[in-house]
């Protein structure tokens, strides 16, 4: 009744923002994200009968009431009713727009359905873990990810990640300017919700998705990093562009998240290839050939308010680890 795992953080290049049913957390979107080896969460989860509440201790932060409503779809597909002892750490900070509930609710779905000796196949995990955060679903694979859409309004089922490269079929980097650490003001839950009900660029930013990410699986095929950068840019912009339209607007972004991105702008004048992309946070996060990465870390270190600058190569699957904490 007893399992850990450990699973990746993703960034997105073509973004996930919107959701078509908050009950299923289905998103209004496929998206294409890579998986980073650098930054991970690390869950163990033990059912025991002797206990009658769920047992949360979540290390680097995070949300324990979520935690045990994503345990009760576990307890509902295992059948059972016992509740959890659940510890878990990330190796980064949380909620600061680094994509932490990716990593953490795709270690706790891995961990929690095997804990709960559920027979569950890659996708009905990726599936699963879904329902804890959007992006967690892709969380469960490394390398190059594309989260499907999916049709099947009722149960769900076809809205999982598919991998589309594995990190040694097309090793990158990614360079991470950490500029606040600080949790972000509107989540990503609430500022979706929000975008939805008031942008009036949220049907346009929804209509495009399908041509961004046909032209994104073509461009990662052909290990076309220009291109690659290219689209990822432009999902960045149009995404932030589509928050910005809310009421009230939705600011991620700080002076020093536009000097970076300028920063990477001037690199790629020089004829550096590096693209950037930014979430739910102020972080840019660059997409850059592993020999690159040191110029492009040195570069981005020097921008004002730049706090910390970590390199990322392109993470594995998800896995089952022995306990940390034994
Ligand atoms: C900007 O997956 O955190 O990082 O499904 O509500 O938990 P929920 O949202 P979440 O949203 C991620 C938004 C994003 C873009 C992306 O990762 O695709």
Redesign the pocket.
Known sequence: MQAAARAHA???L????G?RD?AL?L?ATG?I?VTLEALHSETRVRFDPNLVTDAIMLESGGDAERVSRFLDLVRALAGMEMRADVRSRNNFPTGA?L?S??SG?AALALAASRAAGIEASPSELSALA?Q?????A?SLYGGFVE?QRGRDDRTGADAHAVPLLAAHEWPLAVVVAIIDTGTKSV???D??TRTAATSPFHDAWVAGADADLAAMRTAIRDRNLERVGELTEHSCLK?HATMLGAQPGLIYWQPATLAAWQTLADLRADGLAAYGTI???PQVKALCRIADADAVTAALAQVPGVRDVRISHLGPDASLIADPWA
């Open positions: 993703n960034i997105a073509i973004k996930y923002w959701k908050s957390n998103p998206s994200s727009g994509a509930s990716a609710f879904r804890g955060s959007g992006s967690a892709r989260m989540g990503s839950t500022g979706m995404m979430d739910a946070g």
